[in-house]
T-cell receptor, first 114, second 108 residues
Framework: GAGVSQTPSNKVTEKGKYVELRCDPI?????LYWYRQSLGQGPEFLIY????????DSGLPNDRFFAVRPEGSVSTLKIQRTERGDSAVYLC????????????FGSGTRLTVV | AQRVTQPEKLLSVFKGAPVELKCNYS??????LFWYVQYSRQRLQLLLR??SRESIKGFTADLNKGETSFHLKKPFAQEEDSAMYYC??????????FGAGTILRVKS
């Protein structure tokens, strides 16, 4: 596609429920990143995929968060037993591999846990 | 550890005035530094990268390794420059580390 696509754009869920957030990167971009942006903060790194594998998941806050990218393209961020503190904008970015390529961000999914 | 500091939460200037958005970083190796901009209700967009040494929309930024800074500058602010600006660093492991951001408000 022309850009990084994230769905849904908004998600409201009840505390304790399970949610899935989807990211469709730019075609051919091998690297994919998830970030979380809380109100008044810069984006915080969650996880990075190179192809199908998670190359760095050090930013995932706890084991309620999990992400997959089974075919090396679309990725899904999964949050179990959501808590109010999970409310944030979840951003996805993709890039071609290598230091000379910039990151392209999606417009994000605004998750609200009530 | 990789860290990016943007000391100003808000910078307010008049149209036509010079702008400098400050960014300091902490990183032990050779970082890749970026400025991203987010206009109202739009996605994060790359503004410029230190590696390309280009000027975008009149903005420039020079990497100063001695002062570990990458300040963003523009000689004459325009109203359409009003936005949130994030400085970011990419070091080991490819991930971007962002500062907290600075809101630039250009008044007419």
């Amino acid at each position: 596609g022309a850009g990084v696509s994230q769905t849904p754009s908004n998600k409201v869920t009840e505390k304790g429920k399970y949610v899935e957030l989807r990211c469709d990167p730019i075609s051919g971009h091998t690297a994919l990143y998830w970030y979380r942006q809380s109100l008044g903060q810069g984006p915080e790194f969650l996880i990075y995929f190179q192809g199908t594998g998670a190359a760095d998941d050090s930013g995932l806050p706890n084991d309620r968060f999990f992400a997959v990218r089974p075919e090396g393209s679309v990725s899904t961020l999964k949050i179990q037993r959501t808590e109010r503190g999970d409310s944030a904008v979840y951003l996805c970015a993709s890039r071609l591999q290598g230091p000379n390529y910039g990151y392209t961000f999606g417009s994000g999914t605004r998750l609200t846990v009530v | 550890a990789q860290r990016v500091t943007q000391p100003e939460k808000l910078l307010s200037v008049f149209k036509g005035a010079p702008v400098e958005l400050k960014c300091n970083y902490s990183y032990s190796g050779s970082p890749e530094l970026f400025w991203y901009v987010q206009y109202s209700r739009q996605r994060l967009q790359l503004l410029l990268r230190h590696i390309s040494r280009e000027s975008i929309k009149g903005f420039t930024a020079d990497l100063n390794k001695g002062e570990t800074s990458f300040h963003l500058k523009k000689p004459f602010a325009q109203e359409e420059d009003s936005a949130m600006y994030y400085c970011a660093l990419s070091g080991r492991g490819n991930k971007l580390v962002f500062g907290a951001g600075t809101i630039l408000r250009v008044k007419s």
